[in-house]
């Protein structure tokens, strides 16, 4: 199908409008200083956590740590151990007031915890320290009566102290984990410029900004809040933002985003999105409630983790009857039951998989690459198709020049100038272009004396005293000038849209021009196709523009002519061929396809991200984004199942150990050391799910 030139094909305008559904309000009040608030209502720090943070926890640890240097002097076991005699009048009773200290400063945010784990009938990790601190304070306790002649008092400081440690390692890490999250929160500036009615400039709280209200950014602000620029050139860092690494020159009637970097110019801006509605807010919403949402291996390691609070509990009664049974003392008994109960709190396994969620959520929102379904994109690794819509997706969406025949007489740089010169007076998106050509050559354009739009037909005027006219087939029929038929039969055939130029009369040579193929779109299928995945094509233009296309890239598949409302029919077909399908395209007219594949993934979102039907959003409109977030996916998962392994494998071998199994063999863990273990595996899953690079 040959286009018809001065018709034009409206194909290449994109609409990229989404709804924006989340609120931003909690994060506008954010406490950016050491609070937990950032952690506490997530599925890993909400309920053990709640209303402690990290400071809270660093206090608790040193405070209890300072009583615990006595406590240690104070116990006959450490005094025996090191072979003195510190022994005097009602040592015991200090001992025990001191480790009261302990017990209620230091064990107080787990107490709290198991009593929150107890009334919500999830009983968890809190519980089973509560039990294993209050069972040892309470045992050791009755020495002050005569009925026993033990205490655990030494071990029960300490215990709480490594406790206290490791739940501090543990926020910090969580905190540590959202920190690219954390950065997109500072981004948003506090004040604004506000340009009155009078052309005066004041200082306004951003919150108080109303969408067409008109702002000035001077250089090296950032930009409060999204708007259309009206005065002025600049070039905007929004690295932090889209992933975009080089910084990208904006020009009057360009859309700026809240938290870009201007650079070296002054801008006048019209407020569009303020607060909530605007795409920061809504970034830092979708990146929330992707790393609030659970997955599939979360609600694995979730049932893992409840189910070994019972084995814990379980062990240690039987571990406790079992020494009994045996003839050992009841100290004895008691001390193993304690260890077992530590060793086995399911703390690691607890944070195995919200760590690494959160780690790639914030890496993926640093990257441009937004996740809305944690399930969707988890699933993403079992993926073997990638569909791609062309329009705006692997093609720019713009036409751009491909060949240029020059007839014999002529050059190319001549019929450039002349043909730019004409078509720098116009609109039209061939025109762009040319021009966007004229522009790369640097081709000097002059201003034309005269100056004409034929409708339907082309352009004419008079540049440098050269009659130029840049037409259409049509015209060139009409009007009878011949031309080769063979160079327009071949670009045409390749779904090229063909204009003559005629200079003072005579045909001096064509021009085609296409749909620009995005430079990185041939790196993303090549990247697919390391991943083993096949890459496909799904669009409504026609089949020779569809085939140009994908013999430029290489896909596997092409298929052409689709409407728009059967192409969620089509993947539906790819899939029922035993593929695993993502279905990438602009998040509107595609929303039926995305809503239908596997994984939905909308592409050019520009500043409106909350695109309802898709799993993925990417900020920036660039294909190998798509093979990005797929390693991302392979990646991630990788690390929760080795979290999992580790914390897993950790309770495998130290519940036997705990128990006191090995004891024959001389092995035989204490309960301190058993809290130093625990928090020791709690420490390297925070540590591997940090590791995670996309």
């Given at each position: 199908?040959?286009?018809?030139?001065?018709?034009?094909?409206?194909?290449?305008?994109?609409?990229?409008?989404?709804?924006?559904?989340?609120?931003h309000?909690?994060?506008?009040?954010?406490?950016?200083?050491?609070?937990h608030?950032?952690?506490?209502?997530?599925?890993?720090?909400?309920?053990?956590?709640?209303?402690?943070?990290?400071?809270?926890?660093?206090?608790?640890?040193?405070?209890?740590?300072?009583?615990?240097?006595?406590?240690?002097?104070?116990?006959?076991?450490?005094?025996?151990?090191?072979?003195?005699?510190?022994?005097?009048s009602?040592?015991?009773?200090?001992l025990?007031?001191?480790?009261?200290?302990?017990?209620?400063?230091?064990?107080?945010?787990?107490?709290?915890g198991?009593?929150?784990?107890?009334?919500?009938?999830?009983?968890?990790?809190?519980?089973?320290?509560a039990?294993a601190?209050?069972?040892?304070?309470?045992?050791?306790?009755?020495?002050?009566?005569?009925v026993?002649?033990?205490?655990?008092?030494?071990?029960?400081?300490?215990?709480?102290?490594?406790?206290?440690?490791?739940?501090?390692?543990?926020?910090?890490?969580?905190?540590?984990a959202?920190?690219?999250?954390?950065?997109?929160?500072?981004?948003?500036?506090?004040?604004?410029?506000?340009?009155?009615?009078?052309?005066?400039?004041?200082?306004?709280?951003?919150?108080?900004?109303?969408?067409?209200?008109?702002?000035?950014?001077?250089?090296?602000?950032?930009?409060?809040?999204?708007?259309?620029?009206?005065?002025?050139?600049?070039?905007?860092?929004?690295?932090?933002?889209?992933?975009?690494?080089?910084?990208?020159?904006?020009?009057?009637?360009?859309?700026?985003?809240?938290?870009?970097?201007?650079?070296?110019?002054?801008?006048t801006?019209?407020?569009?999105?303020a607060?909530?509605?605007?795409?920061?807010?809504?970034?830092?919403?979708?990146?929330?409630?992707?790393?609030?949402?659970?997955?599939?291996?979360?609600?694995?390691?979730?049932?893992?983790?409840?189910?070994?609070?019972?084995?814990?509990?379980?062990?240690?009664?039987?571990?406790?009857?079992?020494?009994?049974?045996?003839?050992?003392?009841?100290?004895?008994?008691?001390?193993?039951?304690?260890?077992?109960?530590?060793?086995?709190?399911?703390?690691?396994?607890?944070?195995?998989?919200?760590?690494?969620?959160?780690?790639?959520?914030?890496?993926?929102?640093?990257?441009?690459?937004?996740?809305?379904?944690?399930?969707?994109?988890?699933?993403?690794?079992?993926l073997?198709?990638?569909?791609?819509?062309?329009?705006?997706?692997?093609?720019?969406?713009?036409?751009?020049?491909?060949?240029?025949?020059?007839?014999?007489?002529?050059?190319?740089?001549?019929?450039?100038?002349?043909?730019?010169?004409?078509?720098?007076?116009?609109?039209?998106?061939?025109?762009?272009?040319?021009?966007?050509?004229?522009?790369?050559?640097?081709?000097t354009?002059?201003?034309?004396?005269?100056?004409?739009?034929?409708?339907?037909?082309?352009?004419?005027?008079?540049?440098?005293?050269?009659?130029?006219?840049?037409?259409?087939?049509?015209?060139?029929?009409?009007?009878?000038?011949?031309?080769?038929?063979?160079?327009?039969?071949?670009?045409?055939?390749?779904?090229?849209?063909?204009?003559?130029?005629?200079?003072?009369?005579?045909?001096?040579?064509?021009?085609?021009?296409?749909?620009?193929?995005?430079?990185?779109?041939?790196?993303?299928v090549?990247?697919?196709?390391?991943?083993?995945?096949h890459?496909?094509?799904?669009?409504?233009?026609?089949?020779?523009?569809?085939?140009?296309?994908?013999?430029?890239?290489?896909?596997?598949?092409?298929?052409?002519?689709?409407?728009?409302?059967?192409?969620?029919?089509?993947?539906?077909?790819?899939?029922?061929?035993?593929?695993?399908?993502?279905?990438?395209?602009?998040?509107?007219?595609?929303?039926?396809?995305?809503?239908?594949?596997?994984?939905?993934?909308?592409?050019?979102?520009?500043?409106d991200?909350?695109?309802?039907?898709?799993?993925?959003?990417?900020?920036?409109?660039?294909?190998?984004?798509?093979?990005?977030?797929?390693?991302?996916?392979?990646?991630?998962?990788?690390?929760?199942?080795?979290?999992?392994?580790?914390?897993?494998?950790?309770?495998?071998?130290?519940?036997?150990?705990?128990?006191?199994?090995?004891?024959?063999?001389?092995?035989?863990?204490?309960?301190?050391?058993?809290?130093?273990?625990?928090?020791?595996?709690?420490?390297?899953?925070?540590?591997?799910?940090?590791?995670?690079?996309?």
């Amino acid at each position: 199908m040959i286009k018809d030139y001065r018709k034009g094909d409206d194909h290449h305008a994109l609409n990229h409008s989404a709804k924006a559904a989340h609120d931003h309000s909690e994060h506008v009040h954010h406490n950016h200083g050491n609070s937990h608030s950032m952690a506490a209502d997530r599925p890993h720090g909400g309920d053990k956590h709640a209303g402690h943070h990290v400071d809270d926890f660093k206090k608790r640890f040193y405070i209890s740590l300072a009583v615990t240097v006595p406590i240690l002097i104070l116990s006959p076991m450490i005094q025996m151990f090191l072979g003195v005699d510190w022994r005097f009048s009602y040592d015991t009773v200090l001992l025990f007031l001191l480790s009261s200290f302990v017990f209620f400063y230091g064990g107080t945010p787990f107490l709290i915890g198991a009593y929150r784990e107890l009334t919500g009938k999830a009983p968890g990790m809190m519980t089973l320290i509560a039990l294993a601190i209050v069972v040892a304070y309470g045992y050791s306790s009755f020495i002050l009566f005569g009925v026993t002649t033990v205490d655990f008092f030494w071990e029960l400081a300490t215990l709480i102290d490594i406790m206290l440690l490791g739940h501090w390692l543990e926020m910090k890490s969580i905190l540590g984990a959202s920190d690219a999250l954390e950065k997109l929160v500072q981004l948003i500036p506090s004040e604004a410029h506000l340009i009155t009615a009078s052309g005066m400039t004041k200082e306004v709280a951003v919150s108080e900004l109303k969408p067409q209200q008109t702002i000035l950014i001077k250089p090296g602000e950032r930009i409060p809040v999204d708007g259309i620029i009206v005065n002025g050139q600049s070039s905007l860092d929004e690295s932090m933002l889209t992933g975009e690494s080089v910084p990208v020159v904006k020009n009057p009637g360009d859309r700026v985003i809240g938290g870009a970097v201007n650079g070296e110019g002054a801008l006048t801006v019209t407020v569009q999105n303020a607060g909530e509605e605007g795409y920061l807010s809504q970034v830092i919403a979708l990146v929330r409630e992707a790393q609030e949402s659970k997955s599939k291996t979360q609600n694995l390691s979730d049932r893992a983790a409840r189910w070994l609070f019972y084995i814990a509990l379980g062990a240690g009664l039987l571990t406790l009857l079992t020494w009994l049974s045996m003839g050992y003392s009841f100290d004895f008994a008691m001390q193993r039951m304690v260890t077992v109960m530590i060793i086995a709190c399911p703390h690691a396994l607890g944070l195995a998989v919200p760590l690494v969620v959160s780690t790639s959520t914030s890496i993926a929102a640093q990257k441009g690459l937004l996740i809305r379904n944690r399930t969707a994109f988890e699933e993403a690794r079992k993926l073997n198709a990638v569909v791609f819509d062309k329009t705006g997706t692997l093609t720019q969406g713009k036409f751009g020049i491909t060949d240029i025949v020059p007839s014999a007489g002529f050059e190319e740089t001549e019929i450039l100038s002349l043909v730019g010169s004409l078509e720098a007076q116009s609109e039209h998106p061939i025109s762009k272009g040319v021009v966007e050509e004229v522009k790369k050559r640097d081709i000097t354009l002059s201003r034309p004396e005269s100056f004409e739009a034929m409708t339907g037909k082309g352009l004419k005027g008079i540049v440098n005293g050269k009659d130029v006219k840049v037409v259409s087939p049509g015209y060139m029929e009409q009007e009878n000038i011949p031309y080769r038929i063979e160079d327009y039969s071949r670009l045409s055939s390749q779904g090229k849209t063909v204009v003559f130029a005629i200079i003072d009369g005579r045909f001096a040579g064509m021009i085609a021009l296409a749909d620009q193929v995005r430079e990185s779109a041939k790196n993303a299928v090549d990247k697919l196709k390391t991943l083993g995945i096949h890459s496909m094509m799904l669009t409504g233009d026609n089949k020779q523009v569809a085939e140009w296309v994908g013999g430029k890239l290489n896909l596997d598949e092409i298929y052409a002519e689709v409407l728009p409302h059967e192409k969620a029919n089509k993947i539906a077909e790819i899939q029922g061929g035993g593929y695993r399908v993502a279905m990438t395209g602009d998040g509107v007219n595609d929303a039926p396809a995305l809503a239908k594949a596997d994984l939905g993934i909308a592409v050019g979102a520009g500043t409106d991200v909350a695109i309802e039907t898709a799993d993925v959003i990417l900020v920036r409109s660039d294909p190998e984004d798509v093979a990005s977030i797929l390693e991302l996916s392979k990646k991630t998962y990788s690390k929760m199942i080795q979290n999992l392994w580790w914390a897993t494998g950790y309770n495998i071998v130290a519940i036997p150990l705990a128990a006191g199994v090995f004891y024959g063999a001389g092995i035989l863990l204490n309960p301190a050391l058993g809290a130093v273990l625990m928090s020791l595996s709690t420490i390297v899953v925070a540590i591997n799910a940090k590791l995670l690079k996309a």
